[in-house]
């Protein structure tokens, strides 16, 4: 029989839990009383009453501004795998907060979730109302800077800033906009060698990487990326439809079907990011059936929100809805222009880069996907002096996302 009474040592610990309870319900009855005593106070002073929290001096009002954006800060740092956020003294001598994130990360995907609250913040206020934070004319926005460093700001004033170690070349180039006539290289199905990869960074313009995750030299791959500044996003494996005959095509592993529960599509994901934390977003390999479903576009695009991810659609079937979805949940993406090398012959990837860089010029943006093939590699080697690339920037894939972003949170 078990005895149901209690030793001196139990009631004195239940003495102590109980006078715990009292202090923290006392605490939280005091902060409700003092907030709504200021609401209060505030609703008092009629329609100007935001003003009060100006009249109590610039820098008041500065401070809360910051503790807004650092909110939004931190829960972007939450999607970013491997993420370390800190707080330094400011080097300068303006008096701007300043954070410090480090880490196997890619800081393009900070920024991009922040934006995406930044954007969800402007849409929230009232055109013609006041709020203790803003004004009806003031706009909170992130503003890349040419050190590389990612600035806060409320109408050109800035509220934090911060930094990111290491990426500061690359980082800085977002600075500065698009030209009226931009190409993006994207070449799949890397990770499997490492001498393809070398060779590609050699080249005198940036091409970028789209890498197996589970690849043999994915993470090696990544690592070569990450040293020369060059982009990467996850290649990943989608459900193909059937080909003639009822043959299944294989994807290969960790393939996403449009039968999968959202835990599943999230494992499958956590574990490609997890191999390729410094990918900037993704692809799909094969995929034209997944493309192509509504439902499953959904699933995996509203499983992406908030974690600063773009997100490329290959168009590997012409009915593609994954870059539609994505946007449709407020993410950046967009769709394939041009495949390099449909026909493996030199003389028809030249040709095909040739025609990249007149939808570029027509469009003024325009996106290109090879594969590591050996006629590949050497089409981009000799296509520099060829003539169809005149008057056309071939870019990083970060600064097409980045244009992306900010075209998509002005309009």
């Not at 499953?296 to 809805?321: A, I, K, P, Y």
């Amino acid at each position: 029989m078990l005895d149901m009474g209690s030793s001196p040592g139990t009631r004195r610990t239940a003495g102590r839990r109980a006078t715990a309870w009292r202090l923290l319900l006392f605490g939280v009855f005091w902060f409700g009383l003092s907030l709504g005593i200021g609401l209060w106070s505030l609703g008092q002073e009629g329609p100007g009453a935001p003003r009060l929290l100006r009249e109590q001096g610039g820098l008041h009002l500065q401070a809360l501004r910051h503790r807004a954006f650092l909110a939004v800060l931190e829960r972007a740092a939450e999607g970013v795998p491997h993420a370390r956020l800190y707080e330094v003294p400011p080097p300068g001598g303006d008096g701007v907060p300043e954070y410090v994130m480090e880490g196997a990360n890619a800081p393009l995907r900070l920024a991009l979730g922040m934006q995406e609250r930044v954007a969800l913040w402007r849409r929230s206020l009232h055109p013609k109302a006041e709020s203790p934070l803003l004004q009806p004319d003031e706009e909170p926005k992130l503003v890349w800077r040419d050190d590389g460093s990612l600035e806060a700001r409320v109408n050109e004033q800035p509220v934090l800033r911060i930094r990111f170690p290491g990426h500061e070349t690359q980082l800085g180039a977002l600075a500065r906009p698009l030209g009226p006539a931009s190409l993006v290289i994207v070449i799949d199905d890397m990770g499997q060698r490492l001498d393809t990869a070398e060779e590609l960074s050699a080249l005198p313009f940036p091409v970028n990487f789209a890498v197996w995750p589970h690849a043999r030299r994915a993470e090696d791959v990544a690592r070569l990326a990450r040293e020369r500044g060059i982009d990467i996003i996850a290649h990943l494996p989608m459900q193909p439809l059937r080909r003639e005959r009822g043959k299944q095509p294989d994807a290969g592993p960790h393939t996403l079907t449009d039968d999968m529960s959202a835990g599943e599509m999230r494992a499958v994901l956590d574990a490609a990011f997890t191999r390729l934390p410094t990918a900037i977003g993704f692809n799909n390999h094969m995929g034209s059936r997944f493309t192509g479903s509504r439902n499953g576009c959904r699933l995996l695009c509203s499983l992406l929100r908030g974690q600063g991810l773009f997100v490329l659609d290959s168009m590997t079937q012409n009915h593609s809805v994954l870059c539609k979805e994505a946007l449709q949940q407020g993410l950046v993406g967009a769709e394939r222009s041009v495949f390099l090398d449909n026909d493996r012959k030199v003389p028809s990837i030249l040709a095909a880069l040739d025609l990249a860089a007149a939808k570029a010029q027509r469009q003024g943006v325009a996106i290109a996907i090879g594969h590591p093939y050996p006629e590949t590699v050497k089409a981009l080697r000799q296509w520099p002096v060829a003539a169809g690339r005149e008057g056309v920037a071939v870019v990083s894939l970060r600064r097409l996302v980045w244009h992306l972003a900010v075209e998509r949170d002005g309009r």
